[in-house]
């Protein structure tokens, strides 16, 4: 089945310093990939996603650019702040018989310190 | 404003008690789903619902139930038989137009704790 993989947390670093977050993926089809955001204590958000090999999406200075051919979804930003500090998660969604199927990473936490 | 709506925000039962956790959205979204996450865990997937009145099991469905009588509601109801239910609820749902770029949007969250 369906997988995604992301670089185990926590990430803990300083305000400005530069972000990657790896992101790799397995899928039988054609997947769309996402990168969420969760704050503590609430919901994810969509962050950004891409929906087809070389797309980059983007949002609020984070990027990640859809590679098939090494199957990755890598997030960066380029100078991080405090308030970027939040739980991010990868995702694929395929669809199946039943229709639209999302899979999730583990998450990876982010710490940023002033 | 659009967006999804879960109810209570925080809930705490007996064991031996079911309960049911309240999810409404009202962005006209076909396809509903609920999640469940254990601190410092991923999201790991219980039913969702492509249309009203049919639903599918996910990947840990054992001890929970739902039903879909509306599109715009999916309760989820924490049965007895549910080992180990304190965790934090998530429901979501997409437009499912057939595309595998439509985003899935997320409540807020329950968080349920047994006593």
């Known amino acids: 089945g369906d997988s995604v993989t992301q670089m185990e947390g926590p990430v803990t670093l300083s305000e400005e310093a530069f972000l990657t977050i790896n992101c790799t993926y397995t899928?039988?089809?054609?997947?769309?990939l996402f990168w969420y955001v969760q704050y503590p204590g609430e919901g994810l958000q969509l962050l950004l996603k891409?929906?087809?090999?070389?797309d980059k999406g983007s949002n609020k200075g984070f990027e990640a650019t859809y590679r098939k051919e090494t199957t990755s979804f890598h997030l960066e930003k380029g100078s991080v702040q405090v308030s970027d500090s939040a739980v991010y998660f990868c995702a694929l969604s395929d669809l199946d018989n039943y229709g639209q199927n999302f899979v999730f990473g583990p998450g990876t936490r982010l710490s940023v310190l002033p | 404003d659009g967006g999804i709506t879960q109810s209570p925000k925080y809930l705490f039962r007996k064991e031996g008690q079911n309960v049911t956790l309240s999810c409404e959205q009202n962005l006209n979204h076909d396809a509903m789903y609920w999640y469940r996450q254990d601190p410092g865990q991923g999201l790991r997937l219980i039913y969702y619902s492509q249309i009203v009145n049919d639903f599918q099991k996910g990947d840990i469905a054992e001890g929970y139930s739902v039903s879909r009588e509306k599109k715009e509601s999916f309760p989820l109801t924490v049965t007895s038989a549910q080992k180990n239910p304190t965790a934090f609820y998530l429901c979501a749902s997409s437009p499912s137009t057939g595309a595998t770029g439509d985003t899935q949007y997320f409540g807020p969250g329950t968080r349920l704790t047994v006593l």
């Open positions: 899928a039988t089809g054609y997947p769309s």
């Open positions: 891409a929906t087809k090999a070389d």
